[in-house]
């Protein structure tokens, strides 16, 4: 049983791009969270997506969007990067918008430089 | 959700028990406890939750206060491979709902031989 998968592993933009980040959920998981981690912080929560709609919000900008397909995958999109967009980005999923326990995918390493 | 307070490392030999607390005074009857590990370089992992009771799995116990405003991880026999960043947070489970948690800078423990 394949876990959270994640890809690219490590991506390398330049300021002022966009990038697209995608995250396929554990088997029979629906509901799939995007985090940002910076070096020696905690996972930040940007966005939830359940039932192919944004379902919670943290505290970060309009840049940052996303999308969930039928089959539950997802995708985060980052506008006009800044040099502060460089960090870890991490895929989530679980069973019924949170209720259950998260399972984390390894990451997508973005550097801007 | 309420905050969580945790020390920011700990230490503890090889095969001996590591008790790791963690303050969430402000918790509310409705929020969960949940803790999470990650290990360097790779994603966040769930090792357990609790709402009031004390739970236990295979990987560690945890011990809730009677007033649920902290709680301990405990893992009976801490190896090489439990060195890890270890985060307590606290988020409401309801049914169908949903939640924005908030992970700190959790508490980096170090297992040494």
């Known amino acids: 049983d394949a876990g959270v998968t994640q890809s690219p592993t490590h991506l390398i933009k330049t300021r002022g791009q966009q990038v697209t980040l995608r995250c396929s959920p554990k088997?029979?998981?629906?509901?799939v969270s995007w985090y940002q981690q910076a070096l020696g912080q905690g996972p930040q929560f940007i966005f939830q997506?359940?039932?192919?709609?944004?379902?919670q919000r943290g505290n970060f900008p309009d840049r940052f969007s996303g999308h969930q397909f039928p089959n539950y995958s997802s995708e985060l999109n980052v506008n006009a990067l800044l040099l502060g967009d460089s960090a870890l980005y991490l895929c989530?999923?679980?069973?019924?918008?949170?209720?259950?326990?998260?399972?984390f995918g390894p990451g997508t390493r973005l550097t801007v430089t | 959700d309420a905050k969580t307070t945790q020390p920011p490392s700990m230490d503890c030999a090889e095969g001996r028990a590591a008790n790791l607390p963690c303050n969430h005074s402000?918790?509310?009857?409705?929020?969960?406890v949940y803790w999470y590990r990650q290990i360097h370089s790779q994603g966040p992992q769930y090792i357990i939750h609790?709402?009031?009771n004390n739970e236990t799995n295979e990987m560690a116990s945890l011990i809730i206060t009677e007033d649920r405003k902290s709680s301990t991880l405990i893992l009976p026999h801490a190896t090489l491979r439990d060195t890890a960043v270890y985060y307590c947070?606290?988020?409401?489970?309801?049914?169908?709902?949903?939640?924005?948690?908030?992970f700190g800078r959790g508490t980096s423990l170090i297992v040494h031989p």
């Open positions: 989530a999923s679980s069973f019924m918008a949170g209720v259950y326990e998260q399972y």
């Open positions: 088997s029979g998981h629906d509901t």
């Open positions: 997506y359940y039932e192919e709609e944004e379902r």
């Open positions: 402000t918790i509310s009857g409705n929020e969960y």
């Open positions: 609790g709402l009031k």
């Open positions: 947070i606290v988020r409401v489970a309801p049914s169908g709902g949903s939640y924005i948690p908030t």
